[in-house]
Nanobody, 125 residues
């Protein structure tokens, strides 16, 4: 029912920045949280950051803390991820995701109900 679409990926040099966006559409949208995950080729999806929809609390993977910033606009049903100080190891497909309305452990990809198609981020050395 809910559809998510990511945008904003691209090619940047190491140390550069990108801003990813996620737009949600559907008759209703009231997740417990939304999150960003990334995936390297041949690897499982890795938790990046999450934001709780009602109060805006944020949670980051340790390796992202201080470099990435997640934000939301509840009125527009959108979410963003600001990527700063990018490194080559940040190269991956980044996915937007949303949980259902019930409380959930936001670091677990298996607990998200809706996913976008992904957007490629490539960081050149």
């Amino acid at each position: 029912q809910v559809q998510l679409v990511e945008s904003g990926g691209g090619l940047v040099q190491a140390g550069g920045s990108l801003r990813l966006s996620c737009a949600a559409s559907g008759r209703t949208f009231s997740p417990y949280a939304m999150g960003w995950f990334r995936q390297y080729p041949g690897k499982e999806r890795e938790f990046v950051a999450a934001i709780f929809w009602n109060d805006g609390r944020t949670f980051y993977a340790d390796s992202m803390k201080g470099r990435f910033t997640i934000s939301r606009d509840n009125a527009k049903n959108t979410m963003s991820l600001q990527l700063n100080s990018l490194k080559s190891e940040d190269t991956a497909v980044y996915y937007c995701a949303a949980t259902g309305p019930s409380p959930s452990l936001v670091v677990l990809a298996s607990l998200y109900e809706n996913w976008g198609q992904g957007t490629q981020v490539t960081v050149s050395a």
